[in-house]
């Protein structure tokens, strides 16, 4: 079951500035800092209430975030939505016909199993699914 927006992913081509950029406006610190090396990006974290926001800076220029940079301006890359199991949401969305670019989930930042949804199957929309690695 789909339980929240667990976070907006923001492509940022400059990760220092982004974060003194959100760090005035939201008046707090990311609380964390990571690298993903599957998906060549260096991310930051911070909480809002029950959602945060991800910023997601390239490392180089093989990965997603790199390629959607050298195609679109920053700004909102993806929406994640927090699932309580992500192989229950995976069967039950291929079912209703979305297309996954991952069909298995893999481990991502902040201590969650990711996949994607196709943007094609979701009216544009990049979408992520996220679960607690117990």
């Keep these: 079951m789909i339980r929240k927006i667990e976070h907006l992913g923001i492509a940022v081509k400059d990760l220092e500035k982004a974060e003194e950029t959100m760090a005035r406006l939201l008046g707090s ?10 998906e060549n990006v260096i991310t ?4 809002i209430g029950q959602s945060k926001l991800e910023l997601l800076e390239a490392v180089d220029n093989k990965g997603a975030i790199a390629k959607y940079l050298e195609k679109n301006r920053e700004g909102i890359h993806h929406i994640a939505f927090d699932v309580d199991d992500i192989h229950h949401e995976i069967e039950r969305l291929t079912k209703e016909g979305f297309i996954f670019i991952n069909d298995q989930p893999k481990k991502g930042a902040d201590n969650k199993l990711i996949v994607f949804l196709h943007p094609k199957s979701t009216n544009g929309l990049l979408v992520e699914l996220c679960q607690e690695i117990h």
């Design 44 to 47: 930051s974290f911070y909480e």
């Design 29 to 38: 610190e990311s609380y964390k800092r990571e690298t993903v090396a599957s």
